[in-house]
């Protein structure tokens, strides 16, 4: 069975400084990785993922995200928050085999972005 | 193209009360699923319909039934709702094909049961 855990129920950062948003997995194999975004009073938007290939993947709004195989670990970040960047995000994972590729999510985050 | 749309927005209902969330997808996807999201627990998976004509419980499907009406519909219904059923309800879906992975999700629908 696989799980996801997110570090930190609520972050805090100032306007300019760096954003990182922590992710561990659990798996037997390591499944496909996934982060998403939801703004207020909407549906959840993919911001980036791992699938195969290279370790260090890039997403929308200048996210990127680093597998690490050793640490189980998907951690995102941004060099620059912007006021924008407040929402909650959500790490998820689907496995690496079989047909209906659900995804197992870890709480969230929510990421408050102060002037 | 709308993508993944759900109705209704928002509902109360009563206890013992039932009703049917709707979800349709205009992207011509085979996999369609329902999730509920909770505070602080993430999105759980309640069904799960991998193509046309299957459909599997996830990991929350107790006071749930789910009907994959044709490729575009997938429709959740609680049968006699409990207070404990209040939630964000998610409708997504997916191509189904081997190399995709991603989930595309709809507005989402409030509902609250008293």
């Known amino acids: 069975a696989q799980s996801v855990t997110q570090l930190g129920s609520h972050v805090s950062v100032s306007e300019g400084a760096l954003v990182l948003l922590r992710c561990n997995y659990s798996s037997s194999v390591p499944p496909y990785l996934f982060w998403y975004v939801q703004y207020p009073n909407q549906g959840l938007q993919l911001l980036l993922k791992y699938t195969t290939g290279a370790t260090l993947v890039k997403g929308i709004n200048g996210f990127e995200a680093e597998f690490k195989k050793s640490e189980t670990s998907f951690h995102l970040t941004k060099p620059s928050a912007h006021m924008s960047d407040a929402a909650e995000y959500f790490c998820a994972v689907t496995p690496w085999g079989g047909s209906a590729r659900q995804l197992t999510f870890g709480s969230g985050t929510q990421l408050t972005v102060l002037p | 193209n709308a993508g993944v749309t759900q109705t209704p927005k928002f509902q109360v209902l009563k206890t013992g009360q039932s009703m049917t969330l709707q979800c349709a997808q205009d992207?011509?996807?085979?996999?369609m699923y329902w999730y509920r999201q909770d505070p602080g627990m993430g999105l759980r998976l309640i069904y799960y319909?991998?193509?046309?004509?299957?459909?599997d419980k996830g990991e929350v499907p107790n006071g749930y039934n789910v009907s994959r009406l044709n490729k575009r519909e997938f429709s959740l219904r609680l049968e006699s709702a409990a207070p404990s059923q209040t939630s964000v309800y998610f409708c997504?879906?997916?191509?189904?094909?081997?190399?995709?992975?991603?989930?595309?999700f709809g507005p989402g629908t409030r509902l609250t049961v008293t």
């Open positions: 992207m011509n996807h085979n996999s």
């Open positions: 997504a879906s997916r191509t189904g094909t081997e190399n995709s992975y991603e989930q595309y």
């Open positions: 319909s991998a193509s046309e004509g299957t459909t």
